[in-house]
């Protein structure tokens, strides 16, 4: 009984180590093994559809940062041009909003104060507001400053700011404020020019502006109404 079973058990091994080795069985093994190792191509179509995803949020995220960069400056100069109002009417005193650029590109505005009893007599209020990284005045298409030949009662000595941000000066502009809160203009034009500052999003590279190319979204403009002061902003 014992040999029958031992021969059995035997015949048994032999079967199955033929059934293991036979060609059918380890084509399966091997077809399975195949399909574990790679992806198939209904996965690999989920992997590019996610690729894409995120490449769009990313591109999203970045023109989303430049237009909050644009309105964070637009917002400021308008805020500066409100208090230079403010500052002219409250403390009676021609108040100017500046402009400058310096030899590297870099953008920024200021305001100054006419008082007399200092030497210089116009004397600075705020510090140097510079543009972020990415944003730009485009001076060709702003019309600030809108006067020209101020008389010299109201001209700001530019002269003694020949330096901002360790940089030298290459172009600046300004707008005067009267204690009447209306611009000054010297010309005597009418009715009054309206200065207008056209932010971009661009760059200024050797005293040219660069723009980013991007649509019509990629300005903020802030125009001064010449006969309250007061800070207009429009943006499509």
């Known amino acids: 009984m014992l040999t029958y079973l031992g021969f059995a058990s035997h015949k048994r091994s032999e079967y199955i180590y033929q059934v293991m080795t036979s060609s059918p069985y380890r084509a399966g093994r091997l077809r399975r093994r195949h399909q574990l190792a790679g992806f198939t191509l209904v996965e690999m179509l989920v992997v590019l559809a996610i690729i894409s995803i995120l490449t769009s949020l990313v591109v999203v995220g970045l023109g989303g940062n430049r237009a909050a960069k644009l309105s964070a ?22 108040t100017a909003l500046v402009f400058v650029q310096t030899v590297d590109g870099a953008q920024a505005f200021s ?3 006419l008082d007399t009893t200092a030497t210089p007599p116009w004397t600075q209020v705020t510090m140097w507001k510079f543009l972020a990284a990415g ?52 010309s005597g034009t009418t009715p009054t ?10 760059v200024v590279q050797g005293g040219n502006l660069i723009s980013s190319g991007q649509s019509a979204k990629g300005y903020y403009d802030v125009l001064i109404n010449p006969i309250t002061g007061r800070p207009i902003v429009e943006r499509l």
Request: proline share 11%; glycine share 10%; net charge negative.
């Open 193 to 202: 020019p309206t200065p207008r500052i056209h932010l971009v999003e661009g």
């Open 73 to 94: 400056d637009g917002n400021a100069i308008a805020d500066m041009i409100g208090l230079a109002q403010q500052n002219a009417l409250g403390k009676n005193t021609p």
């Open 111 to 113: 305001i100054y104060q």
């Open 135 to 186: 944003v730009a005045m485009d001076t060709a298409n702003s019309s600030f400053p809108s006067t020209a030949g101020d008389s010299p009662g109201v001209t700001p000595p530019f002269s003694a700011i020949p330096i901002v941000g360790g940089k030298a000066v290459t172009k600046f502009g300004y707008e005067v404020f009267l204690p009447s809160s209306q611009i000054f203009d010297p």
